[in-house]
Nanobody, 120 residues
Framework: QVQLVESGGGLVQPGGALRLSCEASGSIYSINSMGWYRQAPGKQREFVATVPSGGSTYYADSVKGRFTISRDSGENTVYLQMNSLKPEDTAVYYC??????????????WGRGTLVTVSS
């Protein structure tokens, strides 16, 4: 009953910028964290960034200084502002959330993914 829907992917030139959005909806008691992973062709899915409840942010070394993750005041939407994009950032980006559908258990949920292509 929990759905994550991403938007904002597309084609951008090297050095450009893009902002991804992900909205969580459905049966949600609380959201413990939201974040982003990505998977490039021929590679395993890798961690990009996350923001748990409380406001701290964490980033993969490969995107530090270029990407910024944030959540809205209701914590049902997470954003990823991507600046100074490089061809190696090309990947399908997946939204992730750890959610308590009820008070007594939590589960991990994934979006369908949105494709980001960085190319001249």
């Amino acid at each position: 009953q929990v759905q994550l829907v991403e938007s904002g992917g597309g084609l951008v030139q090297p050095g450009g910028a893009l902002r991804l959005s992900c909205e969580a909806s459905g049966s949600i008691y609380s959201i413990n964290s939201m974040g982003w992973y990505r998977q490039a062709p021929g590679k395993q899915r890798e961690f990009v960034a996350t923001v748990p409840s409380g406001g701290s942010t964490y980033y993969a070394d490969s995107v530090k200084g270029r990407f910024t993750i944030s959540r809205d005041s209701g914590e049902n939407t997470v954003y990823l502002q991507m600046n100074s994009l490089k061809p190696e950032d090309t990947a399908v980006y997946y939204c992730h959330a750890n959610v308590n559908p009820t008070y007594d258990y939590n589960m991990d949920y994934w979006g369908r993914g949105t494709l980001v292509t960085v190319s001249s």
